[in-house]
């Protein structure tokens, strides 16, 4: 088999959340991060033949670009890659327990309290403007019937503050995300579900391309 660019593309920013990754049998990439605070998943065109683990992703990916559009062939103890001109043999580690591991069963997310649509350009400008000050979070917050993204530092009161509105509500609430769990997911429009159980879903509006991410516990709901 082959694998697409999209795919390669998916796998560089799941090694941004886990070093490590556990193919499944079939067509769903899944990881999570080490301490459990990000979990995703995609659809993908490949379906791979057998379920296997791969300790560093990124070498990995780094031995397929060795390689001229190259086939991949799976057996027990690792894959055999090929193009015209090379090959290799990339083993598998010793066992998926090395390594955290998303849970087998579909996540069951409570009903969320709030929903909102966020663009590509607002998801980039308010990731960039907490990158460029410095600002360890990213704050869900009603103000005045509005949502707004606000980057700052909820532990500093004389904090920095970069804030773009992104929808409405009747609701009060501040959700708390850290700003290095935003850098983690890629690029695009995506619809947005906020938990008062402090969790969060992503859901990219082009393809299956989901996250769930923790918010902190300072985050606060009150209906």
């Given at each position: 088999m082959k694998i697409s660019e999209r795919t390669i593309n998916l796998l560089k920013n799941y090694a941004n959340i886990n070093q490590s990754i556990e193919f499944?049998?079939?067509?769903?990439?899944?990881?999570?991060?080490?301490?459990?605070?990000?979990?995703?998943?995609?659809?993908?065109?490949?379906?791979?033949?057998?379920?296997?683990?791969?300790?560093?992703?990124?070498?990995?990916?780094?031995?397929?670009?060795?390689?001229?559009?190259?086939?991949?062939?799976?057996?027990?103890?690792?894959?055999?890659?090929?193009?015209?001109?090379?090959?290799?043999?990339?083993?598998?580690?010793?066992?998926?327990?090395?390594?955290?591991?998303?849970?087998?069963?579909?996540?069951?997310?409570?009903?969320?309290?709030?929903?909102?649509?966020?663009?590509?350009?607002?998801?980039?400008?308010?990731?960039?403007?907490?990158?460029?000050?410095?600002?360890?979070?990213?704050?869900?917050?009603?103000?005045?019937?509005?949502i707004e993204l606000v980057v700052s530092d909820t532990g500093n009161a004389s904090s920095d503050r970069f804030s773009t509105t992104v929808g409405k509500t009747d609701e009060t609430f501040r959700m708390i995300f850290k700003t290095e769990n935003l850098n983690k997911i890629m690029e695009g429009d995506y619809h947005v579900a906020l938990s008062s159980k402090r969790i969060s879903h992503f859901k990219r509006k082009t393809d299956t391309l989901n996250y769930w991410i923790a918010l902190e516990q300072n985050s606060t709901y009150g209906g």
């Open positions: 499944q049998e079939g067509k769903t990439l899944k990881t999570v991060s080490p301490l459990n605070t990000i979990l995703t998943s995609v659809e993908i065109e490949e379906e791979f033949p057998r379920k296997f683990p791969i300790y560093e992703v990124n070498r990995f990916l780094g031995t397929l670009s060795l390689f001229n559009d190259p086939e991949l062939n799976f057996d027990e103890s690792g894959v055999s890659i090929a193009d015209d001109k090379h090959s290799a043999i990339y083993r598998y580690c010793g066992s998926s327990s090395m390594f955290q591991t998303p849970p087998e069963k579909e996540i069951s997310f409570p009903e969320p309290e709030i929903v909102f649509q966020l663009s590509h350009e607002q998801f980039k400008t308010t990731v960039n403007a907490a990158n460029t000050l410095g600002l360890p979070e990213v704050v869900v917050e009603s103000n005045n019937g509005e």
